[in-house]
């Protein structure tokens, strides 16, 4: 069965960087997308951007632009996604999910969530 | 890119049927059919109900169903049960300046 294992939970000061890993199992991971999601505490979902595993096309979430880099691993079947500059409003729960190779179309499989608390 | 526009609650109760709605423009829900839906749980990932307007995934009860009318989409779910009572989010393909996805702000279904 289709299955994203994502990293731990991360608790980073503001303006450091963090990197979040996402292990794919149960299908041929260079044949779909993924997809980064974001929810602030009580928030909604903020979709980050999108990533080929295929060949590492990348689109970004405007607002992210400069602080965002998704990459993949095809070795391992793991997508990254690192966030820089951390500012306090960063604080959520970040996951990837997969989706259309195409484009961000949907989002079928989601990982378990990664809690990322950014905190003086 | 702006959030798409959902209530922010429905209710209902159970054996009825309600239907959340999603508004976004022509750069998004009305100039495309990707739209799909999420139910997500407290403290849970968000799952796939919907996608590309009306087709649900496998697994998923036919009592959830997908419709597009121009910029707005609604997903209904009838013959409501208390295991539905869960947050909704409506989420939307757009390609106005680059290709990405944007999500509506959400709906919490109470089923009373």
């Known amino acids: 069965q289709v299955q994203l294992v994502q990293s731990g939970a991360e608790v980073k000061k503001p303006g450091a960087s963090v990197k979040v890993s996402c292990k794919a199992s149960g299908y041929t991971f260079t044949s779909y997308g993924i997809s980064w999601v974001r929810q602030a505490p009580g928030q909604g979902l903020e979709w980050m951007g999108w990533i080929s595993a295929y060949n590492g096309n990348t689109n970004y979430a405007q607002k992210l632009q400069g602080r965002v880099t998704m990459t993949t691993d095809t070795s391992t079947s793991t997508a990254y996604m690192e966030l820089r500059s951390l500012r306090s409003d960063d604080t959520a729960v970040y996951y990837c999910a997969s989706g259309p190779l195409v484009a961000p179309y949907y989002f079928d499989y989601w990982g378990q969530g990664t809690l990322v608390t950014v905190s003086s | 890119q702006s959030a798409l526009t959902q209530p922010a609650s429905v209710s209902g109760s159970p054996g009825q049927s309600i239907t959340i709605s999603c508004t976004g423009t022509?750069?998004?829900?009305?100039?495309?059919?990707?739209v799909s839906w999420y139910q997500q749980h407290p403290g849970k990932a968000p799952k796939l109900m919907i996608y590309d307007v009306s087709n649900r995934p496998s697994g998923v009860s036919n009592r959830f169903s997908g419709s597009k009318s121009g910029n707005t989409a609604s997903l209904t779910i009838s013959g409501l049960q208390a295991e539905d009572e869960a947050d909704y989010y409506c989420?939307?393909?757009?390609?106005?300046?680059?290709?990405?996805?944007?999500f509506g702000g959400g709906t919490k279904l109470t089923v009373l």
């Open positions: 022509s750069s998004d829900v009305g100039g495309y059919n990707y």
């Open positions: 989420s939307s393909y757009t390609s106005s300046s680059t290709p990405m996805g944007v």
